[in-house]
Structures are given as C-alpha cells and as structure tokens.
C-alpha cells in the first residue's frame, strides 16, 4: 500500500472538484445546467478513453457480464449528473463543497 499516493490523488481529486464547481458557479447565470452537465460528460470521455488505452485495458474496459447492471448504472449517473449543479447554483460553494464532499465520505 502506498499511503502517501492515496493522500496525494486525494487531494488532487479535491482540487479538481473546486475547479470544476467554481466555473459552474461563475458561469451559472449564462450556461444552463444541462448544458453544463453535457460538456462535462464530454469532455470526461476523451480521458476515460485515454487512460484505458494507457493502461491496455480498453477491449475489457467496453465488455460487460452484466448488461443490465450497466444500462442501470448508467440511468442512476445520469439522474445524478443531471441534479448535481442545482446545489451548486442555489448555496454557496463551501456549503455546496461541505455537502458533496460529506455525501462521498458515506
């Protein structure tokens, strides 16, 4: 185990979050949220992409044992992904960032 690593992505998965949750803060008034959550989902699967490429991974990263569970997976993420620049708009980003951080704790 690698503790320091783990500390390291963690806090670099935390900034990244802020990043990300500050533009859609600032860019709320003008950019819907579907709009917002559309080009996030775009421009997450060039990375998805690449790092199962990196890692060789691509041909078993596409198969599925269980459809189903995908296709499930999937409709949940997107609902999620659909509520989640509401908090975001409404409150303010450290309440917002307490929120979903404390949700990723559980």
Known sequence: MRPLRGIALKLASVLV???MASLIKATAQHVPAGQAVFFRSFFAIPVIVAWLVWRKELASGLKARTPMGHVWR????????????????R??????????????LR
């Open 91 to 104: 409150a303010s980003l450290d309440a917002a960032g307490v929120l979903f951080q404390s949700a990723a």
């Open 74 to 89: 999937g409709v949940v993420g997107t609902v999620a992904m659909g509520l989640w620049p509401e908090p975001l708009v």
């Open 17 to 19: 979050f802020i990043v």
